[in-house]
């Protein structure tokens, strides 16, 4: 429809399902769920030459390799989300649209205390008898609520593996490793009735386009008059001029451009540009109802429509050492892509400034972008060594038994791990709602710049090492933008973890043991930094109308929260027999 220059405002309805109601399943039967399994493993057995020494004896080095397809489980935690958060008679929660209210002219209800009559204020609709088919009124009110779409499927997951290992004299054990995996049809939010980027069926420009010319303009600070016909303005909307609420003596063009203009140039600087299209929705000739539909301005619904793919080298050293020591390092460098990284139970429109919510449905490849939990470089190890002391060991096996008792038989353990930095979300525009009715649009890098994490000094630890050059890298999102997601990295995370126990033979009984453990959790006390979803502010994360002309605040990007936890130990005493 908005292709051909044609609203759709076909009304929505949700009614009952199943053959008790006379109706259709709530969901068609999905048949395709063949999850079939493959694997290989070959262990050379080369009798002599360069191959013989290279792979050894036959089981000393093995080829091993398998792809598999598998399906998620869902469906449990959809219908909860549902039940919690749909209004049509299901809930007794209810929000009124944004810009419903102002501090002029038409200011909202006062709180007059807490046992105030709610129910009878204005815009509240009280939930009355459910009545199949149920039904929003189509009075333009721009709600903003949440569904299921009809059309769910299983989601389904490619997975393959190559491998090569090698066992080496001493108890040493090399391996390598490719791991691949694919997921289609997974799950993600996106707004159903996203606003349309109509196209004007004469110039057969679009919204988007339309927009950012004027978009354009606006950043050169052209004035009113001298901006040129459009022909989208011109031929979408013909009766500004004659509108009571617009200027006769500009044309259609300016008429728009005026409400984004600078207020410098007699503008009104309106970049909420949703808003505009609210302004606009009734005032076209291609009739009402332009851009909004009449019983939403938004409605986020869980969809079978995201892809994820992820790649990963690993390599791997062991060793057994004799009956002392066991030992192990693993290092692997990996990517992982994806549209969303939501889960099942994440909220209405997503979390964290949208995870899992796809911005713009019409073009949701631009929200594909590195994981939210993607990590490139993951380096960790174990050791568990008994201290060679005491009895039956190699140093000073003779001792009495309250030698022994102090100093044989102790165990040290640890596990080390480092990895690089998670993805840091993008900062938030300037409270514009560029694309979406109800998810802001990030920013968009007009210069290169990546993060480069400080350790404090003169200003508090933060993302970045020249904060206002950060800053001015920026601009808003125009109209359709989604903008870059996930674009950069928190600095990496290392801890190190400690264990030391030993266990006494009770002298009444052989069989009676006690058993000491001392554990050390992040036992250097290392803090690494980050910015988290909670410390997001306007202040620390978001831009202004015009970043590129001002200073951010003090705040700006500055770190939050650390990224593990302090340092904990813990003792413990455990008595066997």
Sequence with gaps: GAAAGQPFNELMQVDLSGPANHRAGLYNWDKNNFQPRWALAWSPDFQEGWLHRLFGKQGTSVFRGGFAITTDHIGQQLAVTFDLNNTLGFSSSQDISANTYNVSDNPAPLFTGFNQDVRSLPGISVPGKLTFPLQQPADEAQRIEFTLDDTLRTPINYSWDVSFGRQLPHGLFLEASYIGRAARKLLAQRDIMALNNLVDPKSKLDWYTAMGMLTDLRAKNTPITSVQPIPYFENVFPGLPS???????????????????????????????????????????????????PQYGALATWSTIGNSDYHAGTFSIRQQYKEGLLWGLNYTFSKSMDDSSGLQNSGAFGNDFGAGFILNPLRPRDSRSYSDFDIRHIINGY?????????????????????????????????????????????????QWATNWNVQSYGVRTRPIESSPTRGGAREPSLFSDPKYAYQSFRNSRAGETCDRNPFRNPGFVSLDLGLSKSFTMPWNEHHKLQFRWEVFNLTNTQRLRTSADGYSRESYGLAIDPDLGEPAPSFGNFDSIQGTPRVMQFGLRYTW
């Design 243 to 293: 509108s009571p609420d617009y200027d006769p003596s500009l044309t259609p063009t300016q008429n728009v451009y005026q409400l984004i203009a600078r207020e410098g140039v007699g503008g009104y600087n309106i970049l909420d540009l949703t808003y505009v299209q609210l302004i606009l929705d009734d005032e076209s000739a291609l009739g009402r109802n332009l851009f909004f539909h």
């Design 383 to 431: 050791a568990l060594w008994q201290i060679p002391i005491g009895k039956g060991k190699p140093f000073l096996s003779q001792l009495p038994g309250v030698g022994e008792a102090i100093l044989g038989g102790w165990q040290l353990t640890g596990v080390y791990r480092w990895n690089s930095g998670l993805p840091a979300l993008n900062f938030f525009d300037a409270a």
